[in-house]
C-alpha cells in the first residue's frame, strides 16, 4: 500500500507497545505520537488521489479543487544578523512571501513538522550570510501537484529550511518510508525514525564498532541522538553511561535503561563523575559536546578506546573559539581512534536502517520522545531552547 | 647461516646500491654503515662458538677465555631532575655500578648501538620519577653467556635504557632479524629498520591505508620516522609533503624525492605554505608534532580525510600543556578520523615488515640516513640536540 494520505487533527502521545497516556499540555511525548484521523471518507477521496497502481506507478487524477487560484503565503524565518554568541529572537526575522502556482512537474508543499537541530548552529557560523533563509529539514505534505510522481496528499522529507510552503519540482524530495505505520506520526522521521536515529545507529555500528559487553559513554545523553544512542547501545548488550544537564533528564535516562546517569551541570567533578559511573573507563565515547568534556573524557578512555565525533555542541556558540589542551600524547599513549562523521555517508543503506528503527519502535525497544512546539512562529524560541538543553528527546516544531 | 657475529671497528658511510662516500666527521652518514671488519680468524673462532646446528638449536660451547673472573663496571644515565621545559644535562647524571657475573641462564651484554628518541621526553613526564635510569633500546652484543639461546658473539635488541652494561635471563631480549646482511650496519636495527621504520610502515598502511595517487602530508619529516614515511610514500605512488626545521633539511627531502618540502621555521605562512605545496588539500597526515602545526594542517584535510598520530614533539617540552582550538567541529564537517597509535601493535607482523624494510633498502628505495654521536658519555647531549631537530635521520648513540 502506498503511504500517501496521512491527516492529522488533534494529538495524543502514545507508548510503543504500551500505547496511552497524554502530556500534550507540556509538549512532552513519551513515545511519539498516534494521530487521530479526521473525515474518513475525505480520507479515503484523497488516498483514491495519490494511490500506485500494483505496478508501483502513480496515477494521478486531478481534480477541480485540486488547483488553488489563490496565491500562498509562504512564511520564512530569515537570518537577519549572523549569530554572535546564544542566538537571540533579534537575529530572526519572519517574510512573508507569495508563491506562484506550481508549473507542469511541480508540487506546493505545506510543512507540518518541522526540525530544529544542534547543527543548525554550527551550520550557520561556516556557511550562512545574513538574509539567508534559515536551513533545515521539514516533513511536508503535498498540497497541490502538476507532478505524478508526487500526488497531493503524500507526505515527504524535504531540505527546505523554516519555511511553511514550498514549490518543488521534486528535487531532494524524499518520500516517508514505505510502509510507515499509519499509528506511528510522521514526526519521528525527523527524530528516532530520520535523521537522528540514524545518526545513533551509524555512530555505533560504522564509527564504533561497538560490541556486546563494551562500555558505551555518551554526552548530551538526553537529546535527539543521544537517547537514541543509549537505547541502541542497551539493544546491543552494552553498558551505557549518559551525561546530560538535568535531573529530570537524569530520571528519564534511567527509566530507559541507562546503567548510570548523571547531571553534569551538578557533579562537583566530572572526571569523578566519569570514574564513579565506569571506575574501568570507557571502550567508546559518542561525542556529542566537544570542548571541557571531551578533554576530561579523553583520560578515561581505555587503551583502544573509540571516539565518535557527532557533534560539539559545547562550542557551538562561542564567537571565540575554545580551546584546550592537545588531545595527541593521549591518543598515542592509549592508541586511540576519533572520527567525525555525519549520516549521510551511509545513505545507500538507510532504507534499510530506518525499517530496523521502526521495528525497535514497534517492539518498544526504542522509545522515542519528542519535544512538540506548536506554531511556526515560535521555531526561533524553540531553537534557542533546544540549544539551551531545554528539551528532552527531538525537538519538534508542529505547524 | 646463523647472524651471530659482528665485529666493529671503523665506520664508513655507504649508500645502498650505490656505495662509497664519507662523511665520518660530521657523524652523518647518508644511507647507513658498511663495518669493516677486524681480524678474520678472531672472527671465525667467535662465529663457530655462537654458531646454530642445522635443526636452528645452538652449540655454546664455553672456553676458558670466555669467563670474566673481573666484575664489569655499568655506566648508566640516571633522570637525577624530572625535565621542567628543555631537558638540560643537569638533569642527567652517570652513574657507574659493578655487575655480577651471570649466573646460570643468563647472559652479560655489552651495548654497541644506543637509540635516543623524541618518546623518551614524553615518557619521562608521565611515566617516570627522579632517579630512574633513562629509558630506551640498545643494540647490544652478549659478552658472556650461561644461556645457551644467546651465546657469546650475538647481538639483540634490548630494552635496557641508558647504559652499557646489563645481566638479563634472556627475558624482553629480540634476536637482530635472521639473515641481517654483514654489510648493513647493525644501527639500522634501531631505525629504519628497527623501531621507527616500523612504525612509519604501520602508520601508513595499518592507521592510514594510504592508497596509491593520494596526497600525503608528513612532519618532523627528517626526523627517523619522517624520512621513511615519505620515503614509503613515494614507493607507494603518493603525492609527498614535507614540513621541517632547515632548509638542509628541505635540500635532503628533495633529494630523496619528496614532491614538496619547505621548512617552516621561515615561511611566512604555514597555513599559505601547505596551501601552496597542496592547493587540493591532503587525503593524509602523518602527525609527529602536534600543537599549532596539527590546528592549521586540521584545515588542510581533505574530506574524509585521515590522521595517524604517531608523535606531538612540539608539545613535549610543556611544562603547562599547550592549548588550541577543539578539532571536533572540523572533524564533523570532514568527516576526519585520527588514530594514535604505536607501531608494538602490530607486533605479529614485525618479522615480515622488516624484511620488506630491509628489502626495500638493498634495493637502493629507502635511504637510510643516521645522525651518529659517538661516546655513551654523550648521551644526555644527542638526546637533547635529537629534541631541537639537529639530526637528519636517526639519531644513534654509538658506543
Redesign the interface.
Same mark, same amino acid.
Given at each position: 500500500m502506498c503511504n500517501c494520505v496521512s491527516r492529522l487533527s488533534t494529538h495524543r502521545a502514545v507508548g510503543a507497545g504500551k500505547r496511552g497516556g497524554s502530556d500534550s499540555d507540556t509538549q512532552q511525548s513519551t513515545c511519539g505520537w498516534r494521530e487521530t484521523r479526521g473525515n474518513e471518507e475525505e480520507e479515503k477521496g484523497e488516498r483514491e488521489r495519490g494511490e500506485c497502481d500494483k505496478d508501483g506507478i502513480f496515477c494521478h487524477i486531478v481534480r477541480p479543487e485540486d488547483i488553488n487560484i489563490n496565491m500562498v503565503q509562504a512564511k520564512s524565518w530569515i537570518l537577519t544578523k549572523l549569530f554572535d554568541g546564544v542566538p537571540k529572537d533579534s537575529d530572526f526575522k519572519l517574510e512573508v512571501e507569495e508563491l506562484p502556482e506550481p508549473k507542469d512537474g511541480e508540487v506546493l508543499l505545506e510543512s507540518v513538522y518541522l526540525s530544529v537541530d544542534p547543527y543548525m548552529r554550527?551550520f550557520c557560523s561556516?556557511r550562512m550570510k545574513e538574509g539567508d533563509r534559515m536551513i533545515g529539514t521539514q516533513v511536508s505534505k503535498v498540497i497541490q501537484s502538476k507532478n505524478p510522481a508526487f500526488p497531493v496528499g503524500i507526505h515527504v522529507l524535504s531540505n527546505f529550511g523554516w519555511r511553511t510552503h514550498a514549490v518543488s519540482d521534486g528535487t531532494g524530495l524524499t518520500p516517508i518510508m514505505p510502509d510507515w505505520p499509519q499509528d506511528v506520526s510522521l514526526s519521528l522521521a525527523l527524530g528516532a525514525i530520520g535523521m537522528p536515529g540514524l545518526t545513533a545507529l551509524y555512530g555505533i555500528e560504522e564509527v564504533l564498532g561497538l560490541q556486546e559487553g563494551e562500555t558505551l559513554l555518551v554526552n548530551a545523553a538526553a537529546g535527539a541522538v543521544g537517547l537514541v544512542v543509549g537505547q541502541i547501545a542497551k539493544i546491543k548488550g552494552c553498558k551505557v553511561v549518559g551525561s546530560t544537564g538535568s535531573d529530570a533528564k537524569v530520571a528519564y535516562l534511567k527509566e530507559l535503561g541507562f546503567d548510570e546517569a548523571f547531571n553534569y551541570k551538578t557533579v562537583a567533578s566530572l572526571d569523578e563523575a566519569l570514574r564513579k559511573a565506569s571506575p574501568d573507563g570507557y571502550d567508546c565515547l559518542f561525542?556529542n559536546v566537544?570542548?571541557y568534556f571531551?578533554t576530561v573524557a579523553l583520560q578515561h578512555m581505555k587503551n583502544f578506546g573509540r571516539i565518535a565525533?557527532?557533534?560539539?555542541i559545547s562550542?557551538y556558540n562561542d564567537s571565540t573559539?575554545?580551546?584546550?589542551?592537545?588531545?595527541?600524547?593521549? %591518543?598515542?599513549?592509549?592508541?586511540?581512534?576519533?572520527?567525525?562523521? %555525519?549520516q549521510g555517508?551511509w545513505q545507500h543503506k538507510h532504507p534499510e536502517s530506518l525499517k530496523r528503527l521502526m521495528a525497535w519502535f514497534k517492539e518498544g525497544k526504542l522509545q522515542c520522545r519528542e519535544h512538540i512546539t506548536k506554531g511556526f512562529e515560535k521555531m526561533p524560541a524553540a531553537f534557542i531552547g533546544m540549544l539551551q538543553g531545554e528539551n528532552i528527546g527531538k525537538a519538534i516544531i508542529a505547524v
Open positions: 554550527a561556516f561525542e566537544g570542548g571531551s565525533v557527532c557533534g560539539s562550542v573559539p575554545q580551546t584546550g589542551p592537545y588531545p595527541h600524547l593521549t %591518543m598515542i599513549f592509549k592508541q586511540l581512534k576519533m572520527e567525525g562523521f %555525519m555517508r
